[in-house]
């Protein structure tokens, strides 16, 4: 079965602290995918980022980084120098190929809240 | 280039009604996805279709639940006779063949 676990239920931070989620998870899979989503109060998932199984390289994209590291089953997201407007909740997910069909449904975490004080 | 969108936004029945919601995705996305999200909660897959043709359903799709996409574009997601534990965020989402997700902003559903 595939499980996607963030341990980390809510995080505060006073602005320009740097703030790093966890994410772990677990797939019998060799080939999987890994995200993450922001939800702001809006409600709105947004697509933050996409990474295969294949590809361990560590991303930057902004203020924004991500740590691959399938020895450890982890894919943990860090923002640099936050802000206010980075106070949201926070989803890591996982899709997989299930017995030869192509990729469909996200598998989330229960998702970390994270609240940036000004 | 418009996003996913959902009607309506917000829902509130009584017990025991029934409520359909209406999902449409980005127009070249092929994909269309239904989640549910309780208070605390991430989305949890309920079912997908692929054009017409609905691909995989969750065991949380009771038999009071039922998707339509009839012409591969939109998509609605009824529920007969509604229960309090019905009351979630059912979110929309979509992508061309497995590509991300793209979501919708959500219908919020209250069951009194």
């Known amino acids: 079965a595939q499980k996607v676990t963030q341990a980390q239920t809510e995080i505060s931070v006073v602005e320009k602290e740097d703030v790093t989620l966890d994410c772990v998870y677990e797939?019998?899979?060799?080939?999987?995918?890994l995200f993450w989503y922001k939800q702001p109060p809006s409600g709105e998932l947004v697509f933050l980022i996409r990474?295969?199984?294949?590809?361990?390289q560590n991303e930057i994209s902004g203020r924004y980084s991500w740590n691959f590291q399938k020895s450890t089953s982890s894919f943990n997201f860090t923002i640099t120098a936050s802000q206010v407007v980075d106070s949201a909740v926070y989803f890591c997910?996982?899709?997989?190929?299930?017995?030869?069909?192509?990729?469909?449904?996200?598998?989330f975490g229960q998702g970390t809240i994270l609240t940036v004080h000004p | 280039d418009t996003g996913v969108s959902q009607d309506p936004r917000h829902k509130i029945t009584k017990r025991g009604q029934n409520v359909t919601f209406r999902c449409d995705p980005i127009?070249?996305?092929?994909?269309l996805y239904w989640y549910r999200q309780t208070l605390g909660q991430g989305p949890e897959f309920l079912t997908y279709f692929q054009n017409e043709a609905q691909l995989e359903k969750s065991r949380l799709l009771s038999d009071r639940f039922s998707a339509e996409r009839p012409k591969g574009s939109f998509s609605t997601l009824e529920i007969q006779r509604t229960e309090q534990g019905d009351s979630a965020m059912y979110l929309c989402?979509?992508?061309?063949?497995?590509?991300?997700?793209?979501f919708g902003p959500g219908t919020r559903l209250l069951v009194l």
């Open positions: 997910a996982l899709t997989f190929n299930a017995g030869g069909t192509s990729y469909g449904k996200l598998t």
């Open positions: 797939t019998r899979d060799t080939t999987y995918y």
């Open positions: 989402a979509s992508s061309f063949l497995s590509e991300t997700q793209y």
């Open positions: 127009s070249e996305h092929n994909r």
């Open positions: 990474r295969n199984s294949f590809d361990e």
